[in-house]
């Protein structure tokens, strides 16, 4: 079975400083991993993925997400906060057998002027 | 863009009555999904349909639950009676392909249920 654990279900940040959410995962099979991020009322819009070969992976906006599996993590980082950043953010797992997605918690990331 | 378009956004509906949720999927997706948020929780997954089938459900969807693609085009969720928890915001997503490929699913905008 999979699961995501997503540390922290806030994170507050000032505008400029670097941000980190953090997800670890558990699968018996290779995974793949997604961040979703949601803005107030409305759906979900994918940020980045891993599915094999680089494990850092670069995605919109200027996040981007490392996937260690010694450490069973996909953490998401940002060098520089903006205050549009402030939204509710989803690790996920998936794999080869494709039928669903399993989601985080989520972590809801708020930005500071 | 292509896009997955769910209607209506917003849906009041009083307890034990039916509720339809309508989803137009990206149209040359195969594998067609429903998940559903409480307000202030994590997305949960509530079932997979793929070749006009379900491929896969979870425990939420019981009985009260089921989906349909009855055209081309549109993929339903309808619950039969609402009770007051099944308020929630409906996610319906699509995927290219299922087994043997990096899936990807593609969101909706959600639609709103409120059960009053």
């Known amino acids: 079975a999979q699961s995501v654990t997503q540390l922290g279900s806030h994170v507050s940040v000032s505008e400029g400083a670097l941000v980190l959410l953090r997800c670890n995962y558990s699968?018996?099979?290779?995974?793949?991993l997604f961040w979703y991020v949601q803005y107030p009322n409305q759906g979900l819009q994918l940020l980045l993925k891993?599915?094999?070969?680089?494990?850092l992976v670069k995605g919109i906006n200027g996040f981007e997400a490392e996937f260690k599996k010694s450490e069973t993590s996909f953490h998401l980082t940002k060098p520089s906060a903006h205050m549009s950043d402030a939204a509710e953010y989803f690790c996920?797992?998936?794999?080869?057998?494709?039928?669903?997605?399993?989601f985080g918690a989520g972590t809801r990331l708020f930005v500071k002027a | 863009e292509p896009e997955v378009t769910q209607t209506p956004s917003h849906q009041v509906t009083q307890m034990g009555q039916e509720v339809i949720l309508r989803c137009v999927p990206i149209s040359n997706h195969l594998y067609f999904y429903w998940y559903r948020q409480i307000l202030g929780q994590k997305v949960e997954f509530l079932v997979s349909f793929y070749n006009n089938e379900i491929s896969e459900k979870s425990e939420i969807f019981d009985d009260q639950f089921s989906v349909e693609r009855p055209d081309g085009s549109n993929f339903t969720l309808k619950i039969r009676s609402t009770k007051l928890e099944d308020s929630a915001m409906y996610f319906c997503a699509s995927t290219v392909q299922g087994a043997s490929a990096v899936q990807e699913a593609f969101f909706g905008q959600g639609t709103r249920l409120t059960v009053v």
């Open positions: 891993y599915t094999t070969g680089a494990t």
């Open positions: 699968s018996s099979v290779p995974p793949y």
């Open positions: 996920a797992v998936s794999n080869t057998g494709g039928f669903k997605t399993i």
